[in-house]
Each structure stands twice: as structure tokens, then as C-alpha cells.
């Protein structure tokens, strides 16, 4: 097992390499770089987006090097321009630029926002909380309810209580996490109906005169809304996928064997089928993890006025903050693949019988 983790770290680099290179080469054709956004502001136009919708000629990316003719800037003084092409490093070509982001990157220097003034680390670590939060509560708790649940689901298989579980799971997959977040919203936040919690931010504003016990009760107060909206999707697919995978298990000639014995309904169910179908379960962890802590944050984020890291990767691709797309990338392609990792770690804790080397031979 210790070799088969080696290669698989071995592995990490040349994939960070390879996202990186793919995401930095198709920077290079994008239209509305950093320069042109600066532009567009000291002109008074608002959004560089603006020159492009209207035709005429179109803008070149930022990042394509000082030759280029940027969209808006007849009339800028050409010192102007290359001033903002050397500040931003844009002076020089492409592929020394992405040598010298890998090489900061190496060192974990990932450089600063180019329109916030602080370094990419320190906006990460700053909306983190959020994320954290949301990712971590939602993973858990989808989890905690939808293990059980498809477990009693696939024992009941066919029964009322399989039937109207099914139906409710079925309704709660099928409505969009953005608009049962709305829905939360209007009933409890204020909205039309009763305020019951509050609209935005993690803590209340005198979080920090609370006791211990007063902190913990704010924080799941001002948490429960969102992290119910960012839980209802996860919490039918797992819930579907435990009780398929029971059910696969149930029908097997071991559990037939194990009841022969004599063996309680309990004892065949969690000391031998449950280490078998939670595979498959396990193995959906890091998508889970992943999609809920970046993918289903950004609308969750908006409408419950959370500044997280989905809002920070949106604002930074709006305004082509360039430090920030490839630091985060960069950041979340590796913790990505490390939570890759430890999913196969899960798979040898719950069944030892597994063995990667010898599937890899």
C-alpha cells in the first residue's frame, strides 16, 4: 500500500502541471484582460465587456503580450499602457510568465490580487470560514441522514414506508439547491413569511461578547438556512445509492449463508453487509466533498449574502484577477487530488481485503 500511495503523490505533480498549462494557454485567447479592465475604468465605461458587446474591433487578452492593441485605449497615452504591461508582468511572453508562476508556486508564493491589495493566501484563508463551513456540514450531515436512511429503505424494500421515503427523496432531488435556498429564504429569513434566522453573515455582530455556549448556538443559527439549501441534493443521490447498494449485497449468497447460521438481522446487515456496500458509498465521498465545498457554493453564497470562495472564483474570473484564478487553482486542483487519495485510504480502512498494488500488478 505504501508504494501504491507513492506513485499516486508521484502523480499529483505532472496533473497540477497539466491543469495549470491547459487553463493558462486558454487565458491567453480570452477577450478583457486585467489592462483592458483598468481601461475601461479610467474611461468611465463601467465594464470592459461593454467594447466587445458593441463590435467594431475586438480586444485581446491581457495576457497576450505588448504588442497587442487593447480594445478602448485610443487616446491613452502609450507610456500608460506599458507601465500597466509592466506592472502586471504582461512585458513579458507567455511562456517565461508561466515558468515564473510555477517556480513562485513551487515556494508557495502565489502572489498578490491585482484590484485588492492583498496577497492570494490571505484572500483564501479569509473566505475559507464559508466555505469550510458549508462543504463540511453538508457533507456530514448528508452522510449521517442518508446512511441510515438507504439502509432502512433497502431492509423495507417494497414496503409503505420505502414507497413515501422514495417519493419525498424524489421531489427533494428534484428541486434545484439555488431555488430551495430561495424558498428557505422567503418562509424563515424575513422574506414574506416568518423571521426565524437571520439573512447573512456566519456570527451576529457581537459574536465575540457571547459565552462559549451563546457563540455555538449563533453560528448553527446563522448556518442552518444555507447549509440546509447546500445539503438536499447530496442528501437524495446517497440516500438512493446506499439503499441500491444494500440491496445488491441483501441478494448475495454470503448474507444467505450468514442468516443460515443463525446470525440476528442486525449482526448480518453491519457485520457483514455493511462493509461491502459502503464502497461505493465511500468511493462517492470526495466528489461529494468537492462538489458541495467549491461547485454548489457560488448561488448558496449569493443568496444568503456568505462571502466564500464561490464568490471570490466568480468576481476574480469576472475581473480577470489573474493571481487569484491561478492561485486558487492551483490550491484547489491539490486538495482535490489529496482528498482522491485519501478516498482509497477509506477503501482499504473499511474492507482490508483491498489491495491497489496487487490490482496495479
Known amino acids: 500500500m505504501g508504494a501504491y500511495i507513492l506513485r499516486r503523490l508521484a502523480l499529483v505533480i505532472p496533473t497540477l502541471l497539466g491543469i495549470m ?34 463590435g467594431g474591433d475586438a480586444g485581446v487578452s491581457a495576457g497576450a503580450g505588448s504588442d497587442s492593441e487593447y480594445a478602448g485605449a485610443r487616446g491613452l497615452p502609450p507610456e500608460f499602457i506599458a507601465q500597466l504591461e509592466k506592472e502586471f508582468g504582461f512585458d513579458k511572453p507567455p511562456l517565461e510568465r508561466f515558468l515564473n508562476m510555477l517556480w513562485n508556486y513551487m515556494r508557495l508564493d502565489f502572489g498578490e490580487s491585482y484590484f485588492r491589495s492583498i496577497s492570494v493566501i490571505d484572500l483564501v484563508l479569509e473566505k475559507m470560514p464559508v466555505s469550510i463551513t458549508l462543504g463540511l456540514w453538508s457533507t456530514l450531515i448528508a452522510y449521517a441522514v442518508s446512511i441510515p436512511l438507504g439502509i432502512r429503505k433497502a431492509v423495507k424494500d417494497g414496503s409503505p414506508f420505502d414507497t413515501w421515503t422514495s417519493g419525498m427523496i424524489i ?168 482528498v482522491g487519495i485519501l478516498s482509497d485510504l477509506m477503501y482499504v480502512l473499511v474492507d482490508p481485503r483491498i489491495d491497489f498494488e496487487k490490482r496495479e500488478g
Open 171 to 338: 421531489v427533494a432531488y428534484a428541486i434545484p439547491g439555488f431555488l430551495f435556498a430561495i424558498l428557505l429564504l422567503v418562509l424563515f429569513a424575513g422574506g414574506s413569511y416568518w423571521q426565524i434566522f437571520p439573512l447573512r453573515g456566519l456570527t451576529s455582530d457581537n459574536f465575540d461578547e457571547l459565552s462559549l455556549l451563546g457563540k455555538v448556538g449563533d453560528y448553527f443559527w446563522h448556518i442552518a438556512l444555507p447549509v440546509t439549501a447546500s445539503t438536499i441534493s447530496a442528501f437524495a443521490t446517497l440516500t438512493l445509492l446506499t439503499k441500491n447498494s444494500f440491496l445488491d449485497e441483501i441478494k448475495k449468497h454470503y448474507v444467505m449463508t450468514a442468516r443460515a447460521k443463525g446470525l440476528s438481522e442486525k449482526k448480518v446487515l453491519y457485520g457483514h453487509v455493511f462493509r461491502n456496500a459502503m464502497l461505493i458509498v465511500i468511493a462517492g465521498f470526495p466528489a461529494v466533498f468537492i462538489g458541495v465545498f467549491f461547485g454548489g457554493s457560488l448561488i448558496i453564497e449569493t443568496i444568503f449574502s456568505l462571502d466564500g470562495l464561490g464568490r471570490l472564483g466568480f468576481e476574480a474570473a469576472v475581473a480577470r484577477d489573474y493571481p487569484v484564478i491561478f492561485g486558487t487553482l492551483f490550491i484547489f486542483g491539490l486538495i482535490g487530488l489529496v
Open 21 to 54: 498549462v491547459i487553463n493558462f494557454a486558454l487565458v491567453q485567447f480570452v477577450p478583457g484582460g486585467p489592462i483592458e479592465q483598468i481601461i475601461a475604468q479610467v474611461q468611465g465605461q463601467g465594464d470592459v465587456f461593454e467594447g466587445f458587446a458593441g
